[in-house]
């Protein structure tokens, strides 16, 4: 089974998606740097300044993990 997408965990199933509040938290710090109009290394630079960690637990976020953020479908609302 993959490693779900950053602000996500399995459910106890591992069937299906939840919310980890504490990382959708950064993802949502990202969006609006983002809609700001920050560039990757900025917003990169600006998460290491405030010390939030990457995903892997690194002081460096890979810019590539930021660019798939804010282009990912799973991050956008959805009806149901």
């Known amino acids: 089974m ?3 997408k950053y602000g996500f965990r399995y459910n106890e199933a591992r069937d299906g998606l939840i919310v980890c509040e504490p990382e959708m ?3 949502e710090k ?3 740097m983002a809609a700001e109009g ?3 290394t900025a ?3 600006r998460l290491r300044s405030e010390g939030i960690p990457s995903p892997k637990g690194g002081k460096v976020w890979d ?3 930021l660019r798939h953020m ?3 479908d799973i991050y956008r ?3 149901y």
């Open 63 to 65: 810019p590539r993990v």
């Open 77 to 79: 609302p959805h009806a």
């Open 43 to 45: 917003i990169r630079t």
């Open 30 to 32: 990202v969006f609006r």
């Open 25 to 27: 938290k950064v993802v």
């Open 70 to 72: 804010v282009t990912s």
């Open 38 to 40: 920050l560039g990757v």
């Open 2 to 4: 993959t490693t779900p």
